[in-house]
């Protein structure tokens, strides 16, 4: 049972290109999130899903698209990358939306736009 | 708009010292409260939760928190910490507010070094 992963790790991006930031759990999840850390900021919410199919936009989702085919993974796009979206990126998962539910949080990626 | 604040950014403790950090959140109505860690390397995972009842909760590795509604507070306590509590803390509220899903909202994190 390996959880949420996420990959890669570390990416270095030029201004302009695009990428997709991967995330997969297999704890049969309905609920998938993606958050941006910023240095000295909280995590905020950029996307989040509620089952395959259904997207939704969290508080900070400009310059960014997901989408949901399966229950396991919740791919993030980046197009058009810009210096402002240098940050760290957390994908994480919960059983359901309960307000008590526990997330679980994959390793994160660290992206530099240059 | 809700938020939450964690007061110290930095902590710097010897072994075997007590810990506090601070949190503290705005929002009226019904909250649900995280501490969530991440050590170096690894996950955010969770510490400890309330939702509940007794405001007084415990956690893994020893911690505990203490939710006072007039406060406003979820402050983190350990007794006697160890070198390998040395991690980032973070403080989160979810808002029990209708509309599906588990809203998080964040502190900026407590980034705690422990010296043998």
């Known amino acids: 049972n390996a959880g949420v992963t996420q990959t890669p790790k570390f990416r270095i991006l030029k201004i302009g290109q695009s990428m997709t930031l991967q995330c997969t759990q297999d704890m049969n999840h309905n609920y998938m999130y993606w958050y941006r850390q910023d240095p000295g900021m909280g995590l905020k919410l950029i996307y989040y899903?509620?089952?395959?199919?259904?997207?939704d936009k969290g508080e900070v989702p400009n310059g960014y698209n997901v989408s949901r085919s399966t229950t396991e993974d919740f791919p993030l796009r980046l197009e058009l990358a810009a210096p402002s979206q240098t940050s760290v990126y957390f994908c994480a998962s919960s059983p359901s939306g309960g307000a008590a539910d526990t997330q679980y949080f994959g390793p994160g990626t660290r992206l530099t736009v240059l | 708009a809700q938020s939450v604040s964690q007061h110290n950014h930095h902590v710097i403790l010897s072994e075997a010292a007590s810990l506090e950090l601070g949190c503290n959140y705005s929002?009226?109505?019904?909250?649900?409260l995280f501490w969530y860690v991440q050590y170096p390397g690894q996950h955010l995972q969770l510490l400890l939760k309330?939702?509940?009842?007794?405001?007084l909760v415990k956690g893994i590795k020893g911690f505990e928190a203490e939710f006072i509604k007039s406060k406003f507070s979820f402050n983190l306590r350990k007794p006697s910490v160890q070198w390998s509590d040395t991690a980032e803390y973070f403080c989160?509220?979810?808002?029990?507010?209708?509309?599906?899903?588990?809203?998080?909202?964040f502190g900026a994190g407590t980034r705690l070094a422990v010296h043998p």
């Open positions: 929002y009226g109505g019904t909250v649900n």
């Open positions: 899903s509620v089952g395959a199919g259904i997207t």
């Open positions: 989160a509220v979810n808002p029990s507010v209708s509309g599906g899903y588990n809203k998080l909202i």
């Open positions: 309330y939702f509940s009842g007794d405001p």
